[in-house]
């Protein structure tokens, strides 16, 4: 099972960007999907997550500003990040849990990472 994370850059602030990852390999479904982000020296911190149902969870610093929705029958997350400022910049990784086939438990899974940069 791999997670394809795609679409990070350099905008400039005030710009937008769509991160996507995609789950690919032998899986029986996919429960909830999200983002995280990681600058230098800090924790990985949630971004948003979404649940199977559609159900999301933003963090209060991208509120209004940054979106997340997926496509079930892609298995593909997806990130719609507006009104970008320079704090946004960051690694972003999205998540996944994942159930293997024959299992009933999810398992967490991560994608490579995707930079993005916020600077004039």
């Known amino acids: 099972v791999q997670l394809q994370a795609s679409g990070g850059g350099l905008v400039q602030p005030g710009g937008s960007l769509k991160l996507s990852c995609a789950a690919s390999?032998?899986?029986?479904?996919?429960?909830?999907m999200g983002w995280y982000r990681q600058v230098p020296g800090n924790q990985r911190e949630l971004v948003a997550a979404?649940?199977?149902?559609?159900?999301?969870n933003v963090a209060d610093s991208v509120k209004g500003r940054f979106t997340i929705d997926r496509d079930n029958a892609k298995n593909t997350v997806y990130l719609h990040m507006n009104s970008l400022k320079p704090e946004d910049t960051a690694v972003y990784y999205c998540?996944?849990?994942?159930?293997?086939?024959?299992?009933?438990?999810?398992?967490?899974?991560w994608g490579q990472g995707t930079q993005v940069t916020v600077s004039s």
């Open positions: 998540n996944a849990q994942i159930i293997l086939e024959f299992t009933t438990y999810a398992l967490d899974y």
């Open positions: 390999g032998s899986f029986r479904s996919i429960n909830a």
């Open positions: 979404i649940t199977r149902a559609g159900n999301t």
